[in-house]
Every structure is written in C-alpha cells, then in structure tokens.
C-alpha cells in the first residue's frame, strides 16, 4: 500500500510515478476523502470536549445543589451526535482502504518506462542456445514417452493438469530436492513447510487481494452450496512465506530474514484461454520454490540483486541456457516496485521463457501487512515498515520442460543433469 503521507505531502510525485505505470489516477479523490476524514475527526473532538465540559460543570452545580436541569438536556443529544459522526467516518474510511487498495506499487526510480513486455530489457545472456543435429521434439511429445500423462488428468480434474509417474515423476521431484537443498544449504535460507490455504488476510497482505480475485482458486466451507467462502489456494508461497511477519514488529537484529519453501501452486489463469494451453506450460496447478527476503529499507536493493543470483545459480548448475530481463514499468506485478525475470532457452518454441520473477516490493506489502522492525538511533527507537522481497527458485514444471527439451537425444532418451544425478539413485540417463 501506498504511503499515505506521500499521498498528501506530494501527489504530484505520485501521479506521475503511476503514468510510468500507465496507471492514471486523481490523487485529488484521497484527497478530498482525507479532508473529509480530518473535519470529522475534529468535529467528534469538539463534541468529546464539550461532553467533558459539561459533565463537569452539572456536576459543580448537582455538588452545590443547584439544578442543572437545562445542562443535562443540553448534554443528552451529544453521544447521538458523535455515533452518527463515527458511523459516518467508519464508512469514509472504509472508502479510503478501498481506494487505496487498487492501487499499484510506486516504479523505483530506475525501473526502464514502457507499456508491456516488448519494452523489457534483455541484461544478460548466459550459455548458448542448445543446437541438435536431429529434429527435436517438445516437452509433450517426448515427456509422453517417460511418463508425462495428460489425457488421465484430463478426465480426473480436467484441462491444464498433467500426472507425471515412473523415472519422469522421480526426476520432477529430483529437481524440487535439488533446489530446496542449494537454497538452504548454500545460500542461507531457512526451509518452511507451509498451509497452501490461506485466509483473505493473507492474501490481501502480499497483494493479490482485492485486484486479482478472478485469478484464484477459493475454497468453500461445507461445499460451494453454502455460499460462505472462508479461504483460497496459494498462487505462490510468497503469500504464507511474507506473511510469517504480519502484524509483528521484529528485533532490527533479526534482520535480514531469509524462507524458502516448496509448495504446490494454484492459479485459474483467467483470461489466458487460448494460450500456451499445451503441455506443462500454463497449468492450474504446479510445484515452485519460492525465495522471500525480509530486510531493513537500506539493504533491499542488494538483497534482490543477491535473491536474483541465487534463482541463477539453479540453471547455472543445471547447465541451462537462460537470459536475465529487467521488467519496463508496465510489465511489472502489483506489489513489485523493481523486478527481474530469468527466462529459459526452450528449443521446441526456439525462445526463451519466463522461469523466475525476482521483485523488490518495497514496504508496499509491509504496509498492508503492519510488518514492522524496532530501529534504534542516537538512543531513541521508533517502529519502521521493513521491506519484502520475493523470486522463484524456480518454477518446477518449467524446469522439467527446459530439461526435457534441452537434453534430450536423437533416440528418445534424456540425459540427466549431472547435479541431479544423486537425486536420481545414479541414472544418468531416461530411457523411453
């Protein structure tokens, strides 16, 4: 969420580091709530003072057995006057949450201005594109031959599920392992397992609420026909991983906090009918290590330049060729003030795509979250919002496409990356 500060101190500022968005909002509409906001607030006070006031003088008139008759009619229609005034800003600030609440994370300063992805910015290009001397085939009609089922999905839950089984199910988990390991064992992050059901809280939190509903998965208490929705499905473990902070206010020491977990994922992928609904590539439902950072302000740009690396390092060692994209401002998430994308090289499609988004948020989450820290200067502490970063480390499903593809052989047969070997009980190599 927006610093409402910021709002009223320059909202100028703010209008045009949204157009960079090709967001255009009237600052003027908080604006003109505010003020209604502060008029409202001022008038309960006066009544609150003018209760007291009086309170006060019938009880120096009842103490001097005087009447106060006339003081005591005045003073009995103020508690009604202030209920309508807190009715009154109760819906005002209900007004203010919402509007709020549909607005995008503020650009860092140094985010590229664009309108979509063809404004991207490629930063680097790592390994060349994989070349055969035979006629590759893509992840579906070679996954097939392994042990990728579609058409059993198909029947049991529908469109853009997919069983794995046999070796390709044991290499599909071969690479979640592999990942979870190099994050813990490596690069500092502490493993969770964590609830993929997660309240509305939760996930207004991280910002997927209340822009996004359309986009999730819910869950009903007692069946759809009750009608009361009481949960969602996690689109990404950023939602249960950032909100291990909600509501808390954290020692300036603890800092930097560094989860990592592998969850299965859930994403109606509204609006995407018609594209990339073959295969692995867009489904409702599929497994990712999700990186989350919680640090001080100061330290957030360093900790996505390092979570960035660490989401690099598992194609690295892969043996993957890939290509770093820093996101235009109109490609960017709701919540992320600065993001990257790692896209790997698919030969089937002969292009690369997205298998990572590294974002720093800022303290836009943290705002909505309350996710504080207690920083002490000169002697004197105050509570300050920290910042919440997050990336995958990586998307599974995709990798096991960028697998499938990459190492493939004129035979049929895949050979396995040599770091998942071991995962693997030795097999170096698929055999149909």
Partial sequence: MIDQNLLRKDPMYVEKMLKRRNVTIEVSEFLNMDQERKMIQVQTEELQAQRNKLAKEIGMLKAKGASAE????????????????????????????????????????????????????????????????FEPLDHVEIGERHGLDFDTAGKISGSRFSICYGKIARLHRALGNFMLDLQTSQNGYKEYSVPVVVNREAM?????????????????????????????????????????????????????????????????????????????????????????????????????????????????????????????????????????DIEVWIPSQNTYREISSCSNCGDFQARRMNARYKSVENGKSKNLFVHTLNGSGLAVGRCLIAVLENFQNSDGSIDVPTVLQEYMGGLDQLTP
């Fill in 204 to 340: 207004y939190g991280t910002g997927q609420l209340p822009k996004f509903e359309e986009d999730l998965f819910s869950v009903f208490k007692g069946g759809i026909q009750e009608g009361k929705q009481t949960a969602f499905l996690i689109p990404t473990a950023e939602v249960p991983l950032t909100n291990l902070v909600a509501n808390t206010i954290l020692a300036e020491e603890e800092l930097p906090l560094k989860f990592a977990a592998l969850t299965c994922c859930f994403r109606s992928e509204a609006g995407s009918y018609g594209k990339d609904t073959r295969g692995l590539m867009r489904q409702h439902q599929f497994e990712k290590v999700e990186l989350v950072n919680i640090t001080r302000p100061g330290d957030s740009e360093a900790s996505l330049e390092e979570m960035l690396s660490h989401a690099e390092m598992v194609l690295k060692k892969l043996e993957l060729p890939y290509r770093v994209i820093q996101l235009c401002t109109g490609d960017m998430g709701f919540s992320a003030q600065k993001t990257y």
């Fill in 70 to 133: 006339d003081l005591m009619q005045k003073a009995s229609s103020i508690p009604e006057k202030i209920d309508k005034l807190a009715e009154k800003l109760n819906v005002l600030q209900r007004d203010i949450h919402s509007w709020l609440s549909q607005i995008p994370n503020l650009p860092s300063d140094d985010v590229l201005v664009g309108k979509d992805e063809t404004d991207n910015k490629v930063i680097r290009l790592m390994g060349a594109p994989t070349k055969f001397n």
